[in-house]
């Protein structure tokens, strides 16, 4: 009986430390996404959405995941982002249309978009009811025209305009991480729940 009890307990801790290590990694890799770069206010500039596609480039602060991106605009727009800069044609990383109400967010962990400090990447922005920008602010890249009579113009010859945005990145998670899901942790436990009680039945 003694015998029993013992490796019991050894695939007990077992199961304990599989599942704890997991959970470990799991939570690491999902941290919580902070903020890299705001510029969101003042919002003192209106731009044009009809016949008007809006380019901006972003510096990144911060090395890790782009997960989500919040614009300040109304409508459904047109969003498209890649790594890049200048007046970016693509091909895009992600091309969505986002129903924007300035306090909305576009979820863009999906895309795996990584970006190191110091890097350009591309918003691209076109459609919706609004859109507002800033003027005031130091520039975190160059903002660009296409429509209305422009062609892909560097809109920065007018002064320090920018879009409003916000974006934020998971320092966390790195390019190539392999990151358990939910479903396979459950998975895990099961399996290992599921030997302990095999080895009971032929003890």
């Not at 300035?102 to 922005?125: C, E, N, R, Y």
């Not at 899901?181 to 030997?195: N, R």
């Amino acid at each position: 009986m003694k015998t029993k009890n013992m490796q019991c307990s050894k695939f007990a801790a077992m199961l304990a430390a599989s599942i704890g290590a997991s959970v470990f990694i799991h939570g690491v890799a999902l941290a919580t996404p902070v903020i890299d770069q705001n510029n969101s206010s003042p919002l003192n500039v209106g731009y044009c959405t009809v016949g008007c596609e809006w380019q901006q480039e972003i510096t990144a602060g911060l090395t890790g995941q782009l997960t989500n991106l919040q614009l300040f605009g109304g409508g459904m727009t047109q969003v498209r982002i890649a790594n890049g800069n200048g007046f970016y044609n693509g091909p895009w990383a992600v091309d969505v249309n986002a129903q924007l109400n300035d306090t909305s967010m576009i979820d863009l962990s999906a895309f795996d978009i990584f970006v190191t400090t110091g890097q350009k990447f591309v918003v691209d922005v076109s459609g919706g009811s609004y859109l507002q920008g800033t003027y005031s602010n130091p520039m975190s890249g160059n903002l660009y025209l296409n429509g209305n009579g422009y062609n892909g113009f560097n809109f920065n010859q007018y002064g320090p305009y920018q879009l409003a945005y916000v974006t934020y990145v998971d320092t966390a998670v790195t390019p190539g991480q392999n990151v358990p899901e939910p479903a396979a942790l459950s998975l895990l436990g099961v399996g290992l729940l599921g030997l302990i009680a095999s080895r009971k039945r032929k003890l």
